[in-house]
């Protein structure tokens, strides 16, 4: 019998991190963007991420 052991690791930033990386944000215009973030971990990703954007984001809650 082996012991496995598990570690908990919030790898949000990381991945925030990985998606811009794709991504000049000096070329980005000033942008006005509609998001449904009503499944998964969608909207508290683009919570963190349109702060480090130039973008205005609008959630949409239905």
């Given at each position: 019998?082996?012991?496995?052991?598990?570690?908990?690791?919030?790898?949000?930033?990381?991945?925030?991190?990985?998606?811009?990386?794709?991504?000049?944000?000096?070329?980005?215009?000033?942008?006005?963007?509609v998001?449904?973030?009503?499944?998964?971990?969608?909207?508290?990703?683009?919570?963190?991420?349109?702060?480090?954007?130039?973008?205005?984001?609008?959630?949409?809650?239905?």
């Amino acid at each position: 019998m082996s012991l496995v052991e598990l570690t908990k690791k919030d790898i949000r930033s990381d991945y925030i991190s990985k998606v811009l990386s794709f991504v000049n944000i000096d070329k980005i215009n000033p942008l006005k963007v509609v998001f449904n973030a009503g499944n998964g971990c969608a909207g508290p990703v683009i919570d963190d991420m349109q702060k480090l954007l130039p973008i205005d984001c609008i959630k949409d809650k239905q």
